[in-house]
């Protein structure tokens, strides 16, 4: 049955559902089904877009490493690896520094896991963070991941605020206000706020960078997490679908569109800092891989393939320009208070 469908009569039956069950089951129905990157997909993602994204992540991984000491033992993880590109990149690009770790893909959807292991054979594969390996440190990548998982709204009514939901008009899935009174929810910093104020949070991300801040705390390591969003917190939904490259309406297609909210990064350092880990900052995209050696590497790859010089250049580009990828996306870091610091922050 289609998820459309199977909502209506889910909503008809016992009325309308949180933002967060809409977007959880539509986005889990949504990647279990298929692989929807690339310009055949719905969308492109920058370890699509260009290897030297991958590559010099994997050159930020080997260079903490060494400078931990390069202990023998070290497991990378990436959240969300999507067609493996990145980790494959990385992977290559650290090995060249005799940075050879275990390799722990976090990831459950079916049809992404048979692409990821088309490319990196020699693997192990987990449904979430429960199963790492808790023996040795971690050195964990995420790219998009955290802008997938589950937002919650609230909304501020003429009768108070409510929670955001998802509800019916005819057979059609549409926001609408539930009747609970959510007042006692929302701290007295929102005191100004207006009516139809929307006030958008993401407890699972959180829920996950307190875990990996845990875990470093506990195994050493470090983790290196980029995503679009914003840095101080704000008003508004951020709720959006992409499908075949275009935006579409959030509540139109779930199950067949991918669904994503910005990141509010803003409260991730208070969780990273209570788990026991230490905070290493928040970058630009743009800033972080001039920091690590956009320039060069890209100069590398144009004597190197020259024919494909002005195609290496534009995907730089795209990367790093602050009118495309390199502004709206930000790079965040935390480790274990025993490593050093990551380049770039
Ligand atoms: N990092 C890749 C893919 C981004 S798409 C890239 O940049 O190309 C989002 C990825 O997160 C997919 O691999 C998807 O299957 C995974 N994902 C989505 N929701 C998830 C969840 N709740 N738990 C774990 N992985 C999830």
Redesign the pocket.
């Known amino acids: 049955m289609r998820l459309h469908q199977r909502f209506a009569r889910l909503i008809a039956a016992s009325g309308p559902i949180s933002i967060a069950h809409y977007m959880?089951e539509a986005?889990?129905r949504y990647?279990d089904s298929r692989d929807?990157?690339g310009s055949a997909g719905d969308f492109t993602?920058?370890?699509?877009i260009s290897q030297i994204y991958g590559e010099l992540i994997g050159l930020w991984l080997a260079d903490l490493w060494t400078r931990a000491g390069r202990p023998a033992r070290v497991h990378y993880v990436?959240?969300?690896?999507?067609?493996g590109?990145?980790a494959r990149d990385a992977l290559g690009a650290g090995r060249q520094f005799g940075f050879v770790p275990t390799v722990n893909l976090?990831?459950?959807?079916r049809a992404?896991r048979a692409v990821q292991h088309a490319r990196i054979a020699d693997a192990t594969w987990h449904d979430?963070l429960s199963t790492l390996p808790d023996d040795a440190p971690l050195l964990i990548v995420?790219?998009?991941?955290l802008d997938?998982?589950p937002v919650h709204h609230l909304v501020l009514t003429a009768a108070g605020w409510r929670e955001r939901r998802v509800g019916l008009a005819g057979d059609k899935l549409v926001p609408v206000a539930g009747t609970r009174p959510m007042d006692a929810a929302v701290p007295a910093t929102h005191a100004d706020a207006g009516l139809g104020a929307i006030i958008e949070t993401c407890p699972?991300a959180a829920a996950v960078v307190g875990e990996v801040a845990r875990r470093l705390a506990q195994q050493g390591g470090a983790a290196l997490l980029i995503d679009y969003g914003h840095v101080t917190p704000r008003y508004g939904s951020t709720l959006q679908a992409v499908r075949a490259h275009r935006q579409v309406d959030p509540f139109a297609h779930p199950g067949d569109a991918d669904l994503t909210a910005h990141v509010d990064f803003s409260v991730l350092p208070a969780v990273a800092a209570a788990a026991g880990a230490r905070w290493m900052g928040t970058v630009d995209q743009g800033a972080f891989l001039r920091a690590l050696g956009l320039a060069a590497r890209v100069e590398a790859l144009c004597r190197a393939a020259p024919a494909s010089a002005n195609a290496i250049r534009a995907a730089a580009h795209r990367l790093a320009a602050p009118e495309a990828m390199g502004e709206l996306f930000k790079v965040i870091a935390l480790g274990s208070p025993d490593w050093p610091t990551g380049a770039g922050f």
């Open positions: 959880a986005n889990a990647y929807p990157l993602t920058a370890p699509e990436e959240l969300g690896p999507g067609r590109t990145l976090v990831e459950p959807s992404l979430d995420g790219s998009e991941f997938a998982l699972a």
